[in-house]
């Protein structure tokens, strides 16, 4: 090959490779001139904010209005430019919102409905590190039970935390791209599975194994004798219902801290409220009940060691079936099935044939069982009367 033939050949060559080069570049770089790394005023926190209340109250009303021909166009519709949900996270949406309806029939199947709810969302922090901003946020949302049964609660209701992440395209408007619940339980308007630890094997032999409660309903009659054990089961309620969501400072508080959350350390303390005692010992040995503010042992605070300890010391005996549960029993849930406990609640009311649980990690309170095993209908179930 000459020189010449050469020298076009290597500049042929040079000019694909830049012409490749480009083509690798984002395609919104060939456009526009990119903005560079927004920043988040007041007035952008706010849309933040209004956009997560948008969200969150489109699915409350999902569960009380149905399906969305009956109640108009989602509140997230609404926004668009400068903060609005990306394409995937709308779909994702409307995902969440097919689940909610369905759920609302399979609760209109066993005699629940809302007769109307509210939600509000306050924003808590907000990092923004380029242009990717994670905002942290509370849910607060209350439904109204209408009245099928007549004597249902007045409502139930629950504080949930999640972390929003928005995403800034091009122009430097914002998109809103994830939606990840930050608590270890379980909310009302909830749609995918909780994230639960792996069961963590025990060396011990003599762990009782709890036989698991049937959901089908009704659930066969088997009256509770609220005064043959001196336990003051209406006592273990009112507590529940004092501190749901304002916790006892005579306790510590376990969010945060490893698999379930506070949700068993709550219960105890209902527990302890109407008549359970202490007893005392290794903090490690489930055979032993104990908790203040200094000191917890594990069956005080965790949810396998909690069945384990109600088990061993006969405070417990098992329910066939959850709906047989009354005011100071409690439930528990294998979210995975995998043998290992993953949450607990206690009845704090019960409205012809059907308990009403409360408990933290999601905080809440009168939330129905038949709402429980609509939102999680595969797992596992554990009733347990005190």
Same mark, same amino acid.
């Given at each position: 090959?000459?020189?010449?033939?050469?020298?076009?050949?290597?500049?042929?060559?040079?000019?694909?490779?830049?012409?490749?080069?480009?083509?690798?570049?984002?395609?919104?770089?060939?456009?526009?001139?990119?903005?560079?790394?927004?920043?988040?005023?007041?007035?952008?926190?706010?849309?933040?904010?209004?956009?997560?209340?948008?969200?969150?109250?489109?699915?409350?009303?999902?569960?009380?209005?149905?399906?969305?021909?009956?109640?108009?166009? +989602?509140?997230?519709? #609404? /926004?668009?430019?400068?903060?609005? @949900?990306?394409?995937?996270? =709308? $779909?994702?949406? *409307?995902?969440? &919102?097919?689940?909610?309806?369905?759920?609302?029939?399979?609760?209109?199947?066993?005699?629940?409905?809302?007769?109307?709810?509210?939600?509000?969302?306050?924003?808590?922090?907000?990092?923004?590190?380029?242009?990717?901003?994670?905002?942290?946020?509370?849910?607060?949302?209350?439904?109204?039970?209408?009245?099928?049964?007549?004597?249902? +609660?007045?409502?139930? #209701? /629950?504080?949930?935390?999640?972390? @929003?992440?928005?995403?800034? =395209? $091009?122009?430097? *408007?914002?998109? &809103?791209?994830?939606?990840?619940?930050?608590?270890?339980?379980?909310?009302?308007?909830?749609?995918?599975?909780?994230?639960?630890?792996?069961?963590?094997?025990?060396?011990?032999?003599?762990?009782?194994?709890?036989?698991?409660?049937?959901?089908?309903?009704?659930?066969?009659?088997?009256?509770?004798?609220?005064?043959?054990?001196?336990?003051?089961?209406?006592?273990?309620?009112?507590?529940?219902?004092?501190?749901?969501?304002?916790?006892?400072?005579?306790?510590?508080?376990?969010?945060?801290?490893?698999?379930?959350?506070?949700?068993?350390?709550?219960?105890?303390?209902?527990?302890?409220?109407?008549?359970?005692?202490?007893?005392?010992?290794?903090?490690?040995?489930?055979?032993?009940?104990?908790?203040?503010?200094?000191?917890?042992?594990?069956?005080?605070?965790?949810?396998?060691?909690?069945?384990?300890?109600?088990?061993?010391?006969?405070?417990?005996?098992?329910?066939?079936?959850?709906?047989?549960?009354?005011?100071?029993?409690?439930?528990?849930?294998?979210?995975?099935?995998?043998?290992?406990?993953?949450?607990?609640?206690?009845?704090?009311?019960?409205?012809?044939?059907?308990?009403?649980?409360?408990?933290?990690?999601?905080?809440?309170?009168?939330?129905?069982?038949?709402?429980?095993?609509?939102?999680?209908?595969?797992?596992?179930?554990?009733?347990?009367?005190?």
């Amino acid at each position: 090959m000459s020189r010449t033939r050469r020298r076009a050949a290597i500049l042929g060559a040079a000019a694909t490779s830049v012409v490749a080069g480009v083509a690798l570049l984002p395609n919104w770089s060939a456009g526009a001139a990119v903005v560079d790394d927004p920043k988040v005023d007041a007035g952008t926190k706010a849309t933040f904010q209004r956009l997560a209340d948008a969200v969150f109250t489109d699915r409350t009303e999902a569960l009380v209005d149905g399906k969305r021909d009956k109640r108009g166009k +989602p509140l997230t519709d #609404g /926004f668009s430019g400068d903060v609005k @949900l990306s394409s995937k996270q =709308d $779909r994702a949406e *409307d995902a969440a &919102l097919s689940s909610l309806d369905q759920r609302k029939e399979r609760l209109a199947q066993l005699g629940e409905k809302y007769s109307k709810g509210s939600t509000t969302v306050t924003l808590d922090a907000t990092n923004v590190k380029g242009r990717k901003a994670k905002v942290a946020v509370t849910e607060t949302t209350t439904l109204t039970y209408e009245k099928v049964r007549g004597d249902e +609660p007045k409502a139930t #209701g /629950f504080q949930a935390h999640h972390e @929003l992440t928005f995403t800034a =395209d $091009r122009h430097g *408007d914002w998109q &809103l791209t994830g939606i990840r619940d930050t608590d270890e339980g379980l909310a009302v308007n909830q749609t995918a599975k909780p994230s639960v630890a792996p069961m963590v094997a025990t060396t011990t032999s003599t762990t009782p194994s709890a036989p698991k409660a049937s959901t089908s309903y009704p659930g066969p009659a088997n009256a509770k004798n609220f005064t043959a054990s001196g336990l003051d089961y209406r006592a273990m309620a009112a507590y529940a219902k004092q501190y749901w969501s304002n916790y006892n400072p005579a306790y510590p508080n376990f969010n945060g801290h490893g698999a379930g959350g506070d949700c068993t350390n709550f219960v105890s303390q209902a527990l302890k409220a109407g008549g359970w005692k202490h007893v005392p010992g290794y903090v490690y040995d489930y055979t032993r009940w104990f908790g203040n503010a200094d000191i917890q042992s594990d069956s005080f605070v965790g949810v396998n060691e909690w069945s384990w300890f109600a088990q061993n010391s006969k405070r417990t005996t098992p329910l066939a079936n959850v709906y047989q549960l009354d005011v100071g029993d409690v439930l528990q849930v294998d979210f995975d099935k995998d043998g290992s406990k993953d949450h607990t609640m206690i009845v704090t009311s019960r409205s012809r044939g059907v308990p009403y649980v409360t408990y933290h990690s999601t905080n809440t309170y009168s939330r129905s069982v038949a709402s429980i095993i609509a939102s999680y209908p595969t797992a596992a179930y554990y009733a347990y009367r005190t």
